[in-house]
């Protein structure tokens, strides 16, 4: 059963950068492609990004040039760096897994079946 933490959240000012991680365990990491997704206060969920066993990215394009996913096989671990934080940007953020994948295997939102618990992120104005 796969497991996921994401972690790295805290308060940030208007333009700011924070880097969270996603731990992943219970799987064979290298065929699981990860997806980050937040919950504003008040709203849905919603997906940001993913990246694909093999490396490859998706962004949605309110983040895309301003978040980045990417991914460390040796460690389990995968991240979300976001930069030019803004207020609206005020949301728990949490990462999902989903696979296995072969290679080169197409992804999609339906993909990502297992969540694991949020860390806020707050954007001060």
């Known amino acids: 059963e796969v497991q996921l933490q994401a972690s790295g959240g805290g308060l940030v000012q208007t333009g700011g950068s924070l880097r969270l991680s996603c731990a992943v365990s219970g799987v064979i990491f290298d065929d699981y492609g990860i997806g980050w997704f937040r919950q504003a206060p008040g709203k849905g969920s919603e997906g940001l990004g993913w990246i694909s066993n093999d490396g490859m990215t998706y962004y949605i394009d309110s983040v895309k040039g301003r978040f980045t996913i990417s991914r460390d096989n040796e460690k389990n671990m995968a991240y979300l760096q976001m930069n030019n934080l803004k207020p609206e940007d005020t949301a728990v953020y949490y990462c999902?897994?989903?696979?296995?994948?072969?290679?080169?295997?197409?992804?999609?939102?339906?993909?990502?079946?297992?969540y694991g618990p949020g860390t806020l992120v707050t954007v001060s104005s």
């Open positions: 999902a897994a989903g696979g296995p994948f072969g290679f080169m295997a197409t992804l999609a939102w339906s993909d990502f079946t297992s």
